[in-house]
């Protein structure tokens, strides 16, 4: 059964700090992956996708993938209170379907 | 661009009473759909995902169903709610337009509390 893991936290951050999310998944082949955020009561949200071993930047966030450890992260620059919701991870293989599967998510707290 | 709709946002039915959700996507055609339930504190649980017009999967058997008449219309139904369907349901889409085809962009759900 293929698993995405993720610490529930919370994890508490200071404003302009830099918050680091962290996914490991257990299919080995792997190859698409997610970041959502989750703001309470809301739908999830794409922040990016990454499909490549590396850093991938968009503004403040930043994904690193690493398939040889089997794990995936989302950097937070300068970390705003907005920040502040779940943060889930999805990871999907490169079979036919269509379907991720998505970790529990995150909790970010950034207080100013 | 590709907007997603979910209605009603909220809904309070009681426990043995029927349910319909509806999702509607435009700006592309052909989507994959996708319905997920999110309880409390809980994960996402994919309940559906349909491929085509007409073409259902179901990934969890319980009183639920889905449907897709049209190809950017889908809806999720149940005949006779219970207390444990209570939670946020998702619909998704993905498709060629969206980025990539397995990218999944979710409508802003509709919260349900069965009494």
């Known amino acids: 059964q293929k698993e995405v893991e993720q610490n529930s936290g919370p994890l508490s951050v200071p404003e302009g700090a830099i918050a680091s999310l962290n996914c490991t998944y257990s299919?080995?082949?792997?190859?698409?992956f997610f970041w959502y955020r989750q703001y309470s009561g809301k739908s999830p949200e794409l922040i990016m996708s990454?499909?490549?071993?590396g850093d991938k930047e968009d503004g403040r966030f930043t994904a690193q993938l690493n398939k040889a450890s089997q794990y995936v992260s989302l950097l937070i620059r300068d970390s705003q209170p907005s920040d502040s919701a779940t943060y889930l991870c999805?990871?999907?293989?490169?079979?036919?379907?269509?379907?991720?599967?998505f970790g529990r998510g995150t909790s970010l707290i950034v207080h100013p | 661009s590709q907007t997603i709709h979910q209605w009603p946002a909220t809904l309070v039915q009681p426990v043995g009473s029927p349910l319909s959700l509806e999702c509607t996507v435009e700006?592309?055609?052909?989507?994959?759909l996708y319905w997920y339930r999110q309880a409390a504190g809980r994960g996402l649980q994919l309940l559906f995902y349909?491929?085509?017009?007409?073409?259902i999967s179901s990934e969890v058997p319980q009183n639920l169903s889905a449907s897709r008449p049209q190809d950017r219309q889908f809806i999720l139904s149940s005949k006779k709610l219970l207390l444990s369907d209570s939670g946020f349901y998702l619909c998704?889409?993905?498709?060629?337009?969206?980025?990539?085809?397995?990218?999944?962009?979710f409508g802003p759900g509709t919260r349900l509390l069965v009494l």
């Open positions: 998704a889409w993905s498709g060629p337009n969206s980025g990539s085809i397995e990218t999944q962009y």
């Open positions: 299919d080995r082949v792997s190859q698409s």
């Open positions: 990454i499909y490549s071993n």
């Open positions: 999805a990871v999907k293989d490169p079979g036919g379907s269509y379907i991720p599967t």
């Open positions: 700006g592309t055609s052909n989507p994959n």
């Open positions: 349909s491929v085509g017009i007409g073409q």
